[in-house]
Structures are given as C-alpha cells and as structure tokens.
C-alpha cells in the first residue's frame, strides 16, 4: 500500500474564508482539532468538533464546514492519497509493467477507519506533534524532505487506524448503525428505545454517546432527516403537503409544518415560493430551459465565448460550471467542487450527467433527471415548467412560439419555395450532419423548411465523410466550423476538394457560414433566437442581399 502525500498545513478559520471549508473531497482528508469548536457535515451526517476530534473524509464525501464565531476553529488539515497494486488479467501483475506504465500498476484506494471519532491522552499529542513536523516540511518543499514526509505521514496513519472513537472504534460503528436505521426507515415510527437496542445500550447511555459525538439528540438527527427529505419531495413533487407529511413520518400536516418551520426557517408553502432561487443545471440546455421561464439558475454551465446568445443573462449567475467538447475527467471534479459550495436546492440534469455522477450530485442536492433521449424539447420544457412551478408561464410561451413560428415559416417558403435547405457542421475535425433536433427541429419542424436529406433518419446527428456530402446538402447549406484546430485543418482540405465544389450549394453561391450557437443550442430560447436568424438569413437572401461565405 502506498500512500501519496498532497498537501498539509494548520487551519485557522478566523483567517480562512468558510468557502473553503465547503466542497466535495477530492483525496483523503485527516483533520485533527486542537482549539475551538465548530460542526462538520460529512454527507449530509452532522458532528460537533472540538478539542481533541479527528475526521477522516474520504474521496468523493461531501463537507460543509461551520466553525464557532466565538470560539473558531484550529486544526490540522493533511490531505493524502491511498494506492494498493492493482492485479492485471489473469493475475498476472508482470502483464503492465512496460516502460511509462508504473502508474497503471496502481489504483485508488480508501482506508476503512470510521469518519469522526476522537484521541485522548498521549495519543492526541503525538499526532498533533507529527502533523506540526509535516506541515513544517511540506512549507520547506525540499527534495531531501520527501522521504521524511513520508515517514511522517505513515507514522500518523498509524496511530489513526489503530486508535479512533475515543479508543474504541465499536461504539462509533454502533452509533453509525443506528444512523442508517433511520435513514432507511424514517418514514416509520422510530423510538429511542429501538434505537439504543440496535447499538446495544441503554437508553440513557445510548443518547449520551449519540450527542456527544454528532452535538444532536437522535430525535433532533432524526428530524433532520426527515426535514431533508420533505425538502425534497416538495422540491420533485406536487403532492399535497399532508401526503408529504405521511411520506416523511409525520401524521399530523400541522404538526409537520410547524416543526418544518423550526428546522427550516419558514412554512413548507413558503419554502415553495422561493424554490426558484438556488437552481443548478447540470445539463447545458436546461439552463436555456430556465431562461426562458425566466428563471435565471443559481448554477449553470457557462462558456462566455462560446454561448454569446445568452450573455444578457450571465451576469444574475452566481455560480458557473465549465463545459467542453469532450467533458474531460477534470471538469467533472471542477463542476462538482463548485456545485457543492454553491449549496443549490435543485439540480437539473439528464440521464447523461446521472450516469456519469449520479450518487455524488445526490449528496450535494436533490436532484431531477430530465430524459434528454426521450424527450424532445418541448416536453424538456414543460418538465422544467413542472419542477418550477411555472407551468401556465411554459404554455404562454409556447402558444407565442408556435405563432411566431407558422408566420416565419410562411414567410420564409414564399421566399425560397420548396428548395432544400441542409445543416453541416465540423466539429474536432468531423463532418456533421443534424436531424430533427437541435437546428434540425426549428428548420424542419417548426418551420418546415424542405429538409435535403431525411432527418427522422439521422436523430440527433451524423458523422459523414466529404464524399456523403452530396446526398446530405440541397439548395442552401448552412456551415458551421468550430475554432479548433482539427476543425480548421479539415475545413481547409474540404473547401478545396473537388467534392465539395461540386455541390448544388457551392455552385449557385448559396453557402451561408454561422456561428455554432444559437443554431445548436437545443433549448426554446435559442429555437426563438433561430427563427429570427433564419428570417433574416433566407429572406434577405432572396430580396438580393449579400450572401455570408
């Protein structure tokens, strides 16, 4: 087992902004407390911390981290990562070891001691002695002092696995025990007396050690949970607040609401009329979604070059999220590290991102997938209109959209009759063609444009090559080729390859090149943006303007 040092260092809340303190944990985390008091929330779990407390937070555990305005925190915070050999094929570890290949010799590991616990005694000493000698050593950042640092590190770890909890590591899994019990079976009545007899106690005993170690009763932990998943139903669902009540636990809705209002600040109707606030979308054409309903989402991904149909909006977001062609392992981390300081109380998502991150983005918030495959826009939209309370608002729109579009639509077939009209787009140096969604579902849907090719075909989109060309583009072709590099160099090699001097298009001068947003943003607020481009574009064309090259 190898064990691979990150960072180390002595905290001081009063000095360091709590932000930093919030977030998804990317390695291990060892905190070990020497002054002050605070609570700590390891997913969704809440621990009161003071003198003397170590935590272990592993990879992908949510923190939110409050510390004591009168008495703030002081630890030690040492992140690390944990590596074990990993077997090759057939058990036979030989198989990986060519040249460049060390690190695939290894994969990532989690060290199995319980999360909160504390040290007493000499033991808190001698690891606040070695966390001192290790940050001082990691502040020096000599190369003679790795070897030292890990000596160090490993020395630490050791007295952490084998004395946390107060010197018995039982009574903490016993209280972690009857934590899940409640987080399964909230819904049922759950007395005390169950739970100290799941940790094996008496009851007096029981709710001492529970206390002490999470600074709750386990009623009030109880509670919380069922406030949290109250939250949620009231955030996914529109059920009856009674049936929300009966869902969570409770039998009676006042009693319900009023204890809601205790935990949560305000009344559940009241929580719903603000539920519009603190929206994350996940998914990039949600946020257009929202926009739309004029809902301008509290995190949202942003890429200010890319997306300048929606600048307008930038500003009135708090939180952005990165986005890529190719959604890269390092914008996922990125994303999740900002969606988890932004505290959201919805995310919105498609099965896509659900799959790529699903039980992470469900720690953070609660969260509503919206199937993108299953779904054409409009249904996309109308969902949002749902989760947001804004349904009469989705319909307005939509009536308005529809009108718009039958006009431009016939303005735009007097225009250039039954002549075809195609999208192609290079993209990291592919050839694209699209179907019946993105641009495809406001040309040939919406406006119904005579399409070059069949779009129920194709779907979403295609990848051809230059020499499909001819059975993919008509009469007028709209071209979109991104920056990058591949895209450039492909583009370059096709505007002079006999093949594309020979299309319909290319011929008659009817080539019109355009920006890749809003035509392939997918979204009601880009569709209204396309009408209008596509008015102008074809109208203008045919009345003897200039055409774009």
């Not at 040290?119 to 990691?138: I, K, P």
């Not at 739970?195 to 002490?212: C, D, E, R």
């Not at 990039?284 to 307008?312: E, N, W």
């Not at 509503?368 to 009469?392: C, N, P, Y």
Request: net charge neutral; proline share 4%; hydrophobic share 40%.
């Amino acid at each position: 087992m190898l064990v691979q040092l990150r960072d180390a260092r002595l905290i001081r809340n009063e000095r360091e902004p709590i932000s930093e303190e919030r977030g998804m944990a990317g390695s291990h985390r060892l905190m070990i407390v020497v002054e002050g008091r605070g609570m700590l929330e390891l997913d969704g779990r809440i621990y009161e911390i003071a003198r003397r407390k170590v935590c272990l937070l592993r990879p992908g555990m949510l923190i939110d981290l409050q510390t004591d305005k009168e008495q703030p925190l002081v630890y030690y915070r040492i992140d690390f990562d944990l590596w074990k050999p990993k077997e090759a094929e057939g058990g036979n570890r030989e198989a990986d070891t060519g040249p460049g290949q060390e690190l695939a010799l290894f994969q990532k590991e989690q060290l199995n001691v319980p999360p909160f616990g504390g040290l007493t005694g000499a033991h808190f000493y001698e690891q606040v002695r070695l966390a001192e000698q290790l940050c001082s050593c990691r502040a020096e950042r000599k190369k003679r002092q790795s070897f030292r640092e890990q000596a160090l590190l490993n020395e630490l770890l050791a007295i952490l696995v084998s004395e946390t909890a107060d010197g018995s590591t039982g009574s903490a899994e016993k209280i972690e025990q009857t934590i899940e019990y409640m987080e399964s079976r909230y819904r049922h009545d759950i007395s005390r007396e169950t739970l100290a007899g799941i940790a094996g106690m008496s009851v007096w005993h029981y709710s001492h050690v529970f206390k002490q170690r999470t600074g709750r009763s386990p009623m009030e932990y109880l509670n919380e949970i069922r406030m949290k998943r109250a939250k949620e139903q009231l955030l996914t669902s529109r059920a009856p607040i009674r049936d929300i009540a009966r869902q969570v636990g409770f039998g009676d809705e006042f009693y319900f609401s009023r204890r809601f209002k205790k935990t949560v600040g305000v009344s559940p109707t009241a929580f719903l009329r603000h539920r519009n606030e603190k929206i994350a979308a996940l998914s990039f054409p949600y946020t257009g979604h929202l926009m739309s309903l004029g809902v301008i989402p509290y995190v949202a991904v942003v890429d200010c070059q890319r997306d300048k149909h929606r600048q307008a909006f930038f500003p009135g977001i708090p939180y952005y999220l990165r986005r890529d062609k190719v959604m890269h392992a390092d914008i996922w981390e990125h994303n999740l590290q900002v969606l988890a300081q932004a505290k959201p109380q919805l995310i919105l998502c498609s099965e896509y991102e659900e799959a790529l991150a699903e039980p992470l983005i469900r720690k953070i918030a609660p969260t509503a997938v919206i199937s993108w495959m299953a779904m054409d826009w409009r249904r996309h939209f109308r969902q949002v209109a749902f989760l947001t309370g804004k349904e009469r608002e989705a319909e307005r729109w939509l009536h308005a959209y529809e009108m718009k579009a039958a006009a431009a639509g016939a303005l735009i077939r007097a225009s250039i009759g039954s002549e075809t009209v195609s999208v192609v787009h290079i993209m990291q140096g592919d050839i694209l063609v699209y179907g019946n969604r993105n641009a495809g579902a406001v040309l040939f849907g919406d406006l119904k444009l005579t399409p070059a090719y069949d779009p129920e075909s194709i779907g979403t989109y295609a990848v051809i090559e230059a020499e499909d060309l001819s059975r993919y583009t008509g009469d007028h072709l709209l071209l979109i080729v991104d920056p990058d590099p591949a895209s450039l160099r492909r583009w370059d090699r096709l505007s002079g390859a006999a093949a594309w001097r020979e299309l319909a298009a290319v011929r008659s001068n009817r080539v019109y090149r355009q920006t890749e947003m809003p035509w392939l943003d997918y979204s009601p607020l880009a569709h209204d943006m396309i009408i209008d481009a596509a008015v102008n574009l074809f109208c203008r064309m045919e009345n003897g303007a200039g055409r774009e090259r």
